[in-house]
């Protein structure tokens, strides 16, 4: 089974930056995609950025202040600029292969919390 454990959340002014990581309990090549999500309180799970390949994929909202970026079993999200509305419980997910049997991993989430 793996296990991803996220790090990097936190309490920032509005203009700031954070930088979430992510790791896996597995090799690098066993996974085909690192995404991050984000779920603000009382709202549903969102899709913030994407890496598979090393091809990138953002919501429109975040594109031009967060950066997805991976390093072996590793993904981070850059987060510039951030905004009131970037505060939300962030999640890392990963997808892949152990021999056959897949696996759709997610972290623990971590909170990430923008001032005004």
């Known amino acids: 089974q793996v296990q991803l454990v996220e790090s990097g959340g936190g309490l920032v002014q509005a203009g700031g930056s954070l930088r979430l990581s992510c790791a896996a309990s597995t090799s690098s090549a066993n996974i085909n995609t690192k995404v991050w999500y984000r779920q603000a309180p009382g709202a549903q799970r969102d899709f913030v950025a994407s890496?598979?390949?090393?091809v990138t994929n953002y919501v429109d909202s975040v594109k031009g202040r967060f950066t997805i970026s991976r390093d072996n079993a590793k993904v981070y999200l850059q987060m510039n600029s951030l905004r009131p509305d970037d505060t939300a419980v962030y999640y890392c997910?990963?997808?892949?292969?152990?021999?056959?049997?897949?696996?759709?991993?997610w972290g623990q989430g971590t909170q990430v919390t923008v001032s005004s």
């Open positions: 997910n990963m997808k892949g292969a152990l021999g056959s049997r897949r696996f759709d991993a």
């Open positions: 890496i598979t390949r090393g």
